[in-house]
Structures are given as C-alpha cells and as structure tokens.
C-alpha cells in the first residue's frame, strides 16, 4: 500500500482535488478536518474535546489528532492506500505518521503541494464560507490565524520532507481540471 500527502494552506483546494485522486488511484481518502467536524456534528467525545480549538481555528492537539488518525488508517485498509488531507499538520503529527506508515507497511510515495498566496487563499474561503456553513471560514481574523498556524507549525514540514526527497510541489492556481492534470502527472512518478 502506498500513502500520499496533499499538502497546502487552508483553500488551496486540498478537498477539491482529493475528490478526483481517490477515485483515479484508488486511495482512501482522510481530511482529518472533516473526520473533526464529523464528530462536532455528531456530539462525539472526540468531536467535544476537538471543538474548543476548532472553533478558535487553533490546531487540535496532536494527541488527540494522531490517535484519530491511527483509527481511521486501521478501520480503511480494503483500498490501495491512502490520501492525506490536512494530516499531518506539525512535526509530532509527521513522526507520528511515519511510524504508523512503517509499522502497517505502507510506503510514503510522496507530499504534493499546492502552492498559491495567501490573498487568493483568503478570497476563495471567504467564497467558500457563503455555502460552507462552517465559522471558520466566514471570519476574516480566523481566515488569518489559520494561516498562522499554518507559517509556525505546518511550514516546517516542507523543509521536513525535502531532507527526505519526498517533496513535490503544484501550481495550485488555475481549473480545477488543469490542477487535477499537474497533480497526476507528479503522483504518476512516485506511484
Ligand atoms: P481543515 O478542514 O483541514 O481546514 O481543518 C479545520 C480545523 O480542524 C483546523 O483549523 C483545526 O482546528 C482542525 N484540524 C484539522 N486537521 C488537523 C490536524 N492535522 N492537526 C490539528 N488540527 C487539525
């Protein structure tokens, strides 16, 4: 089985693409955000313990976060691997990844970005957030804090995975098909 991150800040168009992927490779596809609002929804413990960082656009912390992504790995492995959405988000989250992947032995074909600046970014959650429904996409200042929780815990990780040779990034601007085609044209190498 093989794993794959997609990697990028909040809009870049993780889900969107996330959406074509699974269904071309076969991958099962886990946005930990959605696994998170999942449970909020449905009044779970997890989904009450995650609700206070998530309604301040704080990132869960990594306990919490890993051991539900250790679940949800352990409950998907009818497919040929998976597709990381939001996951991982911090260092802890990466190691903690890695000695999940080894231990179940799934190879970490690769991270993919999606590369786009931040006023794009904030336009389209802006839009995103008239049909969304969800908080924090529709307050500008929690727009921005996500993204600073992205520069000083996430963005470490690209450093993280280029030391591993396991870095990929994709223009993330343009149609949603055009992306689709650079995204499968990088996975297509590593796969
Ligand atoms: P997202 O849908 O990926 O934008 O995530 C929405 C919210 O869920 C984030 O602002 C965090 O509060 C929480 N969250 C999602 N993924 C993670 C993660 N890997 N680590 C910590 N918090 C997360």
Redesign the pocket.
């Known amino acids: 089985m093989i794993a794959i991150v997609l990697f990028g800040k909040?809009g870049a168009g993780?889900?969107t693409q996330a959406e074509f992927l699974k269904e071309k490779y076969n991958l099962t596809h886990i946005?930990?955000?959605?696994v998170?609002?999942y449970n909020l929804k449905n009044g779970t413990d997890l989904g009450k313990q995650?609700q206070v960082?998530?309604s301040e656009?704080?990132?869960?912390?990594?306990e919490i976060?890993i051991n539900m992504?250790a679940n949800e790995v352990e409950k998907n492995m009818d497919k040929d691997g998976f597709l990381f959405?939001?996951?991982?988000?911090?260092i802890k989250?990466a190691e903690a990844l890695e000695a999940l992947l080894k231990e179940k032995n799934i190879r970490l074909a690769g991270t993919v970005a999606l590369e786009a600046n931040d006023d794009i970014l904030v336009a389209r959650i802006l839009e995103r957030g008239k049909t969304s429904g969800r908080a924090?996409d529709q307050d500008e200042a929690k727009i921005r804090y996500?993204y600073t929780?992205y520069n000083e815990n996430t963005a470490p990780l690209i450093k993280y995975y280029q030391d591993k040779n396991v870095f990929h990034a994709v223009d993330g601007i343009g149609s949603i098909e055009e992306i689709t085609g650079r995204l499968s044209k990088v996975i297509d190498t590593l796969i």
């Open positions: 909040p993780k889900g946005s930990t955000g959605d998170f609002r995650a960082y998530m656009a704080k990132l869960v912390p990594d976060t992504l959405d939001g996951f991982p988000r911090t989250q924090d996500r929780e």
